[in-house]
């Protein structure tokens, strides 16, 4: 029950904004977001729970559509210093956490 | 930053030896995870303990044990290591239930030859 993200990698300049995608067959309850930089250990970056409530870090923000089963990161004015992975992790009813298989985002100058 | 270290950092063990990782806090969280991360498969669940003594398998527990006999260690065991087990583990701790934020520890590489 792994959730699908999209897209697998992407590249932008700084400045640049992006849109990274991530979607369960499964009723959510909650959505996780970490950014993980090469050879470090995943940072956490928000929580979205059903029912609306929702966590911000710096430049990025996310949405939770509990319906589509689906949530999306927004990065904006990307900077050098978002390059990384981003994992999504999702919780679903009566199921273990489980994590995403990563978007990698490379931001250049 | 969260007090979570690991130990060892880097480890070479050879296949059907056990290997105990060590996961160390000082946050005194109650939820504590053992994740593995391979290329192509992200971070994955390998047990998980919600306290002292209270633990349960994730989604990749076979050929693992954990314990925890104390709130701030918990112990990752491969009874019998094969190679596929090579890997980078992570532990994690978190303070609320279902999960809630986690915070990751600096990982332990093993290489099992």
């Known amino acids: 029950q792994q959730p699908v993200q999209s897209p697998q990698a992407v590249i932008l300049r700084e400045g640049e904004d992006a849109v990274i995608n991530c979607s369960s067959s499964k009723a959510l309850y909650s959505v996780h977001w970490y950014r993980q930089k090469h050879g470090e250990a995943p940072v956490f970056l928000m929580i979205l729970l059903k029912g609306g409530e929702q966590k911000g870090h710096e430049k990025i923000s996310a949405s939770f559509n509990e319906k589509k089963q689906q949530s999306s990161l927004y990065l904006t004015a990307s900077q050098l210093s978002y390059s990384g992975t981003y994992f999504c992790?999702?919780?679903?009813?009566?199921?273990?956490?489980?994590f995403g298989p990563g978007t990698r985002l490379s931001v250049l100058p | 930053d969260a007090g979570i270290t690991q130990s060892p950092r880097h480890k070479v063990t050879e296949t059907g030896t056990p290997v105990t990782l060590r996961c160390h806090q000082t946050e005194n969280h109650r939820y504590m995870y053992w994740y593995r991360q391979d290329p192509g498969h992200g971070l994955r669940l390998i047990h998980y303990?919600?306290?002292?003594?209270?633990?349960d398998k994730g989604e990749v527990s076979d050929g693992y044990s954990v314990s925890r006999s104390k709130t701030e260690d918990f112990l990752l065991t491969l009874e019998s290591a094969t190679s596929s087990q090579t890997s980078v583990y992570f532990c994690?701790?978190?303070?609320?239930?279902?999960?809630?934020?986690?915070?990751f520890g600096p990982g332990t590489r093993l290489t099992v030859t």
């Open positions: 992790g999702t919780a679903n009813y009566g199921q273990n956490f489980v």
């Open positions: 994690a701790i978190g303070a609320t239930r279902d999960p809630g934020e986690q915070y």
């Open positions: 303990s919600y306290g002292v003594k209270d633990t």
